[in-house]
């Protein structure tokens, strides 16, 4: 998983078109025989099961010295398993029109299945293999270390990567999360396989395992099937990281690149999904630089100044820090002009509020747009297994709308003074901005 972070305005926020709420989704939970627990849809109208699994921790479980193992690792899982080499993995799975994705992230390690149901015994044997009897044979760990190593000279050179990977280094310099969980150059070239076995051991366990199944399945089969396929794993994996307190002040950094645009990360401390006043807060940021073209943001940004195609900020969540964090790029000559106004526009949102209208307007936006994102089994299961991450109770797929309509005036202007901080936003420019003094 590439992004760093996970984006809690995406929960509402993907697609700006208003539809009929869809009818309540009925998750099931499901316990196997062997412990482990899953949430389940059962659909049988397509003979196909998406099957979700995410590891907790992911790339923060790197052990030290040794950062980029996770996500190197998880890259290796489908190249070979068993007595398979990556080729003949590769023709099994394709034979039997199963699809298996492992992705990594800061948060978690991230396992997608998709098989239909009649082969549902056979795709689920090399996804096991997969997990639990992977070869990192030398000629595979080296290929796919040049495609790291690859991915890596891509980002040096991608002004967002670097504005994030500097924002992150300068809030987290104590935790995982300070440092990208790719890796450097270094770092993946110095990885043995011996370091890539030790990795599997430290994430890949059944104490921090989530699972969701959609499809055409039921409870028993899924009970068994969880069992099968993950029986085989440790029980425990490594310690699970601290929570990250921002070491972040208010102010600004310039990191020197030659672009003619510049790209501008800035945010400060956020509140998390578990916080009494987070869809006041949820609201109140979709209201200040949320999608669309209604933000305040991309109203004064772009419309009024046209400083850029697009801004946007709003709360972004990971398992062990919260942010209120955005971004803009725009010509270096104008960086100085961009910073002053999200500055003012930060001030006024902390100091007024918002309007009724504002307010009615995001939350029509807000629960229109949420039902739209049920649209499959596979982004259902991801929604469900993404949930169970971030420890939201099982009914919160058809109680979200409820409780963004909630929401008051008053919720959102007593908010508003505590979530939105001035003094502590902190911007990284990154190019060769023009315009910007002390008082940006």
Sequence with gaps: MTAPLRLVAALGLALAVAAPARAAIDITPVTSPGGIDAWMVEEHSIPMVALELRFEGGGSLDAEGKRGAINLMAALLEEGAGDMDAQAFSIAADELAARFDFDVGPD??????????????????????????????????????????????????????????????????????????????????????????????RVMARDRVHVAAVGDIDAQELGAMLDDLLGGLPETGAPLPDQAASALEGGLTVVEFDTPQSVVAFGHEGIGMDHPDFFPAFVLTQILGGGGLNSRLMEEVRRERGLTYGIYAGLWTQLYADQLRGFVSTVNDRVGETVSVVRDEWQRMAEEGVTEEELERAKTYLTGAYPLRFDGNERIANILVGMQLDDMPIDYVNTRNAKVEAVTLDDVQRVAARVIRPDDLHFVVVGKPQGLDAGN
């Design 108 to 201: 978690s390690l991230a396992v997608s299945a998709r098989f239909l149901s009649e082969n549902a015994d056979e795709a689920l044997e090399l996804l096991r293999l997969a997990l639990t009897e992977p070869r990192f044979d030398e000629s595979a760990i080296e290929r796919v270390r040049g495609q790291v190593l690859s991915n890596l000279a891509s980002d040096a050179k991608d002004p967002q990567t670097i504005a994030t990977d500097r924002y992150n280094a300068l809030a987290f310099p104590n935790h995982p999360y300070g440092s990208p969980h790719e890796g450097t150059p270094e770092s993946v070239a110095a990885l043995t396989r011996d370091d890539l076995v030790a990795a599997r051991g």
